[in-house]
């Protein structure tokens, strides 16, 4: 299990190493969502808003059914 979030500490990040620990073949990811990351009371610029994180949902399961895994 990996926490992308924690592990780039930048929004902007946080999809790419997603991707790419579900193509390493990680179980699980700790993803921090927050719908205004701006006033969040920490991790604010890690944060990704929820409407990015169901995107990002739909484009880790194209990653895993090309590494032949499933979310």
Do not use: C
């Not at 409407?51 to 590494?67: H, I, Q, T, W």
């Amino acid at each position: 299990i990996v926490d992308p979030s924690h592990a780039t500490g930048r929004w902007g990040l946080v999809g790419s190493a997603s991707k790419a620990t579900i193509a390493a073949g990680a179980d699980g990811l700790i993803i921090e969502v927050h719908p205004n990351p701006e006033e969040a009371l920490s991790d604010g610029e890690q944060s990704i808003y929820p409407e990015n994180f169901g995107k990002l949902m739909v484009e880790l399961r194209r990653v895993a059914a090309a590494v032949d895994r499933e979310i």
